[in-house]
Structures are given as C-alpha cells and as structure tokens.
T-cell receptor, first 115, second 113 residues
C-alpha cells in the first residue's frame, strides 16, 4: 500500500527552463491537492484537482503555473520559465473524499531549486 | 494576511515534561483545525484534529484545545519524548472551502533527553 509518491525528490532548473513535478496519489484516491512551502514559511494551498477536473486553483499564480490530473497517470504541476522565486518545496496530498482532508496523505515533496 | 499564526518559531522542553504549542487564527469561517508534524525532508503527517463544535480532543499523549472566543488553539504533548522533535504546523479549514487548508508557519519543537 504505497503512499503518495512524488518525483523527482529534488529538481534543479536554470532560470527560464520548465519544471515538471509529478504526484501519484495513493491507490484509490481521486482527489489531489498541491501545496508550496517557501523557506521559513508554512505550506500554502495552490490547487485542488479531481480526475480530469480542476476544482479550485485559487492559490495558483495566474501565469507560468498549470496543473492537471488526467484520467490515467499522475498529477502534474508544471512551471514554465522558472524564476528564482519559484525555489521551494512542493507537496502533493491525496484523499479519498472531497471532505476528507483529515484523511489526506502528503507525499515527501519535491524540492525545486532555480539557479 | 496571515490567517493562521504560530507566533513562537521554536520551543525546547525536557523529556518527560509537557510541550504546549500555540496557534491563533483570524478567520471566523474556520471550523476545523488540524495539527501536522513534519520531519526534515519528509511530508507533513496528520497528528490530531478538532471540530469547532468541540473544545477538546485527546489522542494518547496528544491533546488539542480550542477556544473559539479567543480564536486560539493549543496542542499539548505529555509526556514529551525525543522522537517528538519536529516542526509542528497548525492548519485550519472552512466548510465549503473544498477542504483546502490554511497553514501556520510552524513551530520547531526540540525535546532534550
């Protein structure tokens, strides 16, 4: 019973490149949340997705950031033309039910460093 | 606008004593509160939660108290153990908000042997 799997664990990108972060939810979970943790900060909500649907993207920057959760395969958080300020830890969580955030399990995160 | 505040960045306690971690919130729409524990290089792990209809929830060594009038909650760990050393995040959720969580900045707890 594998937990939430995120890859890569560490990602280094030069300014202007694209970053793709992947999240495979726990088996049977169809709800995925992405959070970002900047240095010395708490986790900040970015986006909530169900299979093939973006439910709430109110925390996601309007430009350069996009997320998807296709019918098959992992959820992808994509950051285009990365800048130094995008350096952070990105966490994905998955849950079985929309209301079941307490049953949401977090992955180990992807640490993005922009050089 | 920090809606969930953990004003003390760190706390150090002796093994066996009580650890009290505090959290304040400003958004009166929050009706569910959670504590997460996080070790370095790992994701947050759910610890304990409390609904706004309660003022106390206990699970083993962990107890969370909620004071709605003061918009304040606290996590008590007793007795504290060295393995409890971690960063503790307070988080809040509002019904109808798609279960998204608003986190505080975290408190680093160090339990001295």
């Amino acid at each position: 019973n594998a937990g939430v799997m995120q890859n890569p664990r560490h990602l280094v990108r030069r300014r202007g490149q694209e970053a793709r972060l992947r999240c495979s939810p726990m088996k049977g979970h169809s709800h995925v949340y992405w959070y970002r943790q900047l240095p010395e900060e708490g986790l900040k909500f970015m986006v909530y997705l169900q299979k093939e649907n973006i439910i709430d993207e109110s925390g996601m920057p309007k430009e350069r950031f996009s997320a998807e959760f296709p019918k098959e395969g992992p959820s992808i958080l994509r950051i285009q033309q990365v800048v130094r300020g995008d350096s952070a830890a990105y966490f994905c969580a998955s849950s079985l039910l929309e209301q079941g955030i307490t049953e949401a399990f977090f992955g180990q995160g992807t640490r993005l460093t922009v050089v | 606008d920090q809606q969930v505040k953990q004003n003390s960045p760190s706390l150090s306690v002796q093994e066996g004593r009580i650890s009290i971690l505090n959290c304040d919130y400003t958004n009166s729409m929050f009706d569910y509160f959670l504590w997460y524990k996080k070790y370095p290089a790992e994701g947050p792990t759910f610890l304990i939660s409390i609904s706004s209809i309660k003022d106390k929830n206990e699970d083993g060594r962990f107890t969370v108290f909620l004071n709605k009038s003061a918009k304040h909650l606290s996590l008590h760990i007793v007795p504290s153990q060295p393995g409890d050393s971690a960063v503790y995040f307070c988080a809040a959720s509002a019904t109808g908000a798609n279960s998204k969580l608003t986190f505080g900045k975290g408190i680093t707890l160090s339990v001295r042997p």
